[in-house]
């Protein structure tokens, strides 16, 4: 069973930059497809960055080109990023990272969860 593992976010002020973490545990391929969702409060979650098993990223129009996903496999360890710069405060919420096989739709594995605060 997949465990995905969070870490990074807090509160900035606008304008700022955060990193988000997310490492996981007990993969057996690396050929995910991994994602980077946001749910505001009183909203529903969204898309926000994705990258695929080969290194093709996906993003939100909200966030192109102020936003950065990338993944990396240092000692055998399988890391999920999210650089987010210029950081707006309609990018509060709660973050979560999640991956499934790139040959399905449907996300099997989450993380907890992180949140972000932009403050104007």
């Known amino acids: 069973q997949v465990r995905l593992v969070q870490s990074g976010g807090g509160s900035v002020q606008a304008g700022g930059s955060l990193r988000l973490s997310c490492e996981a545990f007990?993969?057996?391929?690396?050929?995910?497809?991994m994602t980077w969702f946001r749910q505001a409060p009183g909203k529903e979650r969204e898309e926000v960055a994705m990258?695929?098993?080969?290194?093709?990223?996906?993003?939100a129009d909200s966030v192109k080109g102020r936003f950065t996903i990338s993944k990396d496999t240092p000692k055998n360890r399988l890391m999920l990023y999210l650089q987010m710069n210029a950081l707006k405060p309609e990018a509060t919420g709660m973050y979560y990272c999640?991956?499934?096989?790139?040959?399905?739709?449907?996300?099997?594995?989450w993380g907890q969860g992180t949140q972000v605060t932009v403050s104007s």
């Open positions: 999640a991956a499934r096989s790139c040959y399905v739709y449907e996300y099997s594995y």
């Open positions: 990258i695929d098993s080969v290194g093709g990223t996906r993003y």
């Open positions: 007990e993969y057996a391929t690396t050929t995910y497809c």
